[in-house]
């Protein structure tokens, strides 16, 4: 099985998902689960950023996240 690399905003630091086995889990509130795949775009719950992740590879060069794409 292929660790798990949390995908996390920069600027605050929140979980927006979880890498895992090549696709990016995500999870919201009322039970609301996706498996997607690259590239993955995402605006920040926590302070509005909105961050991209090109490919898997871009967590692994992080340890935080890929950076945002506008503050």
Do not use: Q, Y
């Not at 609301?32 to 926590?46: D, I, M, N, Q, S």
């Amino acid at each position: 099985m292929d660790k798990e690399i949390e995908w996390r905003c920069p600027r605050c630091g929140k979980l927006l998902g979880i890498l895992r086995d090549g696709r990016l889990h995500l999870r919201f509130a009322r039970g609301h689960e996706f498996l997607v795949g690259f590239p993955a775009t995402g605006v920040c719950r926590g302070c509005s950023t909105l961050n991209e992740l090109p490919n898997p590879a871009s967590l692994s060069n992080s340890p935080r996240s890929s950076g945002p794409t506008r503050s």
